[in-house]
């Protein structure tokens, strides 16, 4: 099992932020926003609906030795048109990889960033050497808007944040202001409606066998938006998958369990390092 480093054997570079454009089928002009750092086999992290670069921030502490890791962080909520669908955001998520990365890579996708990664490996299967899933839906979830208001208060936003934790305490003040000042724009919440949906109806349980590419699912016992069975049939339907489960967390284990995400992120390059050598 590979050893997570203390800060000292870690890379002292600080994390490279930037700004990409990218030219969607409605927008012709989309920017994201990346961080890069560390060394290694290059991955890109994939966010879900109100996910944030920054979210994967203690992971990559954890793995920069052994990954050269991406963020990208697109402005989903901001979406219109053919963009602001599951396959707009596949189609955005190509061009960066083709632009910016330009090499096989293994994509990291929690929860409609999960999703993205799995129709990029069907649709593009030469560009993904590996996956790292969690919380994804693509089979099985249930929905963040299901019951949403018209316009949802902070209350609300409350309660419905706080259902990704099993630890509440860990949800951040910070993300829930975002999030109830983004939906209180009406393009905004119909937005992540129109994704949200497009997702739902984008199951995947007949195709997602045809992936040959190594693939890792880490998975929170106590996820209620993507549960336990969920991960099962991720594991029994895809012929290359293991899964490493976390005990006391919920939809965000990047975010509740930072270390063990990490590690598993680490043993799973070892393995990719054995495959590679046979």
């Not at 002292?12 to 700004?19: G, K, L, S, V, W």
């Not at 602001?84 to 189609?91: A, E, R």
């Not at 930072?258 to 390059?269: K, S």
Request: some cysteine; proline content about 6%.
């Amino acid at each position: 099992m590979s050893a997570i480093p203390t800060p000292s054997e870690q890379q002292a570079e600080a994390p490279e932020h930037e700004e990409v454009i990218l030219c969607g089928a409605s927008e012709p002009e989309i920017i994201g926003r990346i961080v890069r750092c560390g060394t290694g086999r290059p991955v890109v992290f994939l966010h879900g609906l109100v996910g944030l670069n920054e979210h994967w921030g203690p992971v990559l502490e954890h793995v920069r030795h052994r990954y050269r890791c991406t963020t990208l962080e697109l402005p989903l909520l901001e979406l219109k048109g053919q963009d602001c669908s599951i396959q707009g955001v596949v189609d955005l998520t190509m061009q960066f990889l083709s632009e910016h990365i330009r090499e096989p890579v293994i994509l990291v996708g929690n929860s409609f960033g999960g999703h993205v990664a799995l129709l990029t490996a069907l649709r593009h299967p030469m560009v993904v050497k590996g996956l790292v899933l969690t919380g994804s839906s693509g089979l099985f979830e249930r929905t963040f808007v299901k019951g949403a208001p018209v316009r949802p208060s902070r209350e609300w936003l409350v309660e419905k944040i706080g259902e990704l934790f099993y630890d509440r305490s860990l949800m951040s003040e910070s993300d829930v202001d975002r999030a109830y000042e983004a939906l209180s724009h009406k393009h905004c919440v119909r937005a992540m409606v129109r994704l949200s949906r497009s997702a739902r109806r984008n199951h995947l349980g007949d195709q997602i066998g045809n992936i040959e590419s190594p693939t890792l699912l880490v998975w929170g016992r106590d996820d209620v938006v993507t549960p336990p069975s969920a991960a099962q049939g991720f594991l029994d339907l895809m012929p290359n998958a293991e899964l490493f489960w976390i005990d006391r967390c919920g939809h965000a284990p990047m975010i509740e369990a930072p270390t063990e995400f990490g590690r598993a992120m680490l043993d799973f390059a070892d393995r990719l390092d054995q495959l590679e050598q046979q």
